[in-house]
């Protein structure tokens, strides 16, 4: 029974199941949760295996950055239900809103905080 299976190895079983009829659009919730950083990386190269085989879009929401980074072509970052930020990997490791909101890095150039 697949209720029994490791959780690697269910997220695999889940994503058969998702390409048995091969889709246009491929939308995962939160994909690597739960996945040792081996089961991520296999998880992460059938994943773009399937879009490279099928062509199909990719829609992925996930916590883990870095897999985020080495997965898509495009990220949209949410905070509070706003988008905070929107462009390629690059560009978003890059935006200092995304920083401050995620990693709780203040702007080096905001003086307001300094103390005289």
Partial sequence: MAG????????M???????VDPPTVL?????????????TVRLGEQIQ???DETG????????????VMEQ?????VLNLGTVLADGSPDEIQGNQAVRDAYLGEP?????STETP
């Fill in 107 to 111: 702007d080096q150039h905001d003086t």
């Fill in 13 to 19: 079983v889940e994503l058969a199941r998702a390409i």
């Fill in 72 to 76: 898509c072509d495009r990220v949209v």
């Fill in 56 to 67: 199909c879009v990719v829609l992925l929401v996930e916590h883990n950055a870095g897999f």
């Fill in 49 to 51: 295996a399937v879009r």
């Fill in 27 to 39: 939308l995962l919730d939160e994909p690597a949760s739960g996945l040792d950083e081996t089961e």
């Fill in 4 to 11: 029994s299976l490791p959780v690697g190895i269910a997220r």
